[in-house]
């Protein structure tokens, strides 16, 4: 297994702000992953975080708000620019550990609340 | 496009009853199907896959390709069982996989 850690855990933000989560694994990933959870929603993907390339981004997400970086294959930061209330979400982190399978692990997640 | 469906945005059950949380599918290729729990103030962590075929804490799910299904079953629920549970789809033997998930269900086992 993986052991994915976040942080920060939790954050308070002031509308207009960015805020950078950052996503450490424990060992190397095949791929990493960033989801948005919103209260009472289910798990949406943000986008796929590409080793040494720009991220791969789902439809209704887009780099400008949501701007990845994923430097080596254990460490992958998701900033959220010019945050509005309607960000107010959970971010998860997730990573694939073995290539055969999407079996996927995932940190704890980072609260943002926006005021 | 991949998408999973679960009816039940809450179940509650009493201990000892069975417990049987559904979850249907839509996709056109080969799924590789997850159940995915979230325990109170703990991380997302998987439950099983149809792929094991194995039992975890005593739940079970079955593929039905027939009825595009992975229902989550238990015979006896537990109060320990109480979460909130996610079935997840991906595609299988793909290079790209993409872990497309349901909107959840929160099981509440009564004592």
């Known amino acids: 297994s993986a052991v994915i850690s976040q942080k920060p855990s939790r954050d308070i933000c002031q509308r207009g702000t960015s805020l950078t989560i950052q996503c450490q694994v424990d060992?190397?990933?095949?791929?990493m992953f960033w989801y948005r959870q919103q209260p009472g929603q289910s798990l949406t993907l943000i986008a796929t975080?590409?080793?040494?390339?720009?991220?791969?981004?789902e439809s209704g997400f887009v780099i400008d708000k949501f701007p990845i970086s994923r430097p080596n294959l254990t460490f992958s930061t998701l900033t959220v620019s010019n945050m509005s209330p309607e960000d107010s979400s959970i971010y998860l982190c997730s990573g694939r550990l073995f290539a055969n399978t999407g079996e996927l692990f995932f940190g704890e997640g980072s609260r943002l609340t926006v005021l | 496009a991949q998408r999973v469906t679960q009816p039940e945005k809450l179940l509650s059950v009493f201990k000892g009853a069975p417990v049987e949380l559904k979850c249907n599918y839509s996709y056109s290729g080969s799924p590789e199907l997850f159940w995915y729990v979230q325990y109170s103030r703990q991380r997302l962590q998987l439950l099983l896959r149809h792929i094991s075929r194995e039992s975890i804490k005593g739940f079970t799910a079955d593929l039905n390709k027939g009825e595009t299904s992975f229902h989550l079953k238990k015979p006896f629920a537990q109060e320990e069982d109480s979460a909130m549970y996610y079935c997840?789809?991906?595609?299988?033997?793909?290079?790209?996989?993409?872990?497309?998930f349901g909107k959840g269900t929160l099981l509440t086992v009564n004592p």
């Open positions: 997840a789809l991906s595609q299988r033997g793909g290079s790209n996989y993409k872990l497309t």
């Open positions: 975080a590409n080793q040494g390339s720009e991220a791969t981004y």
């Open positions: 060992s190397q990933v095949t791929m």
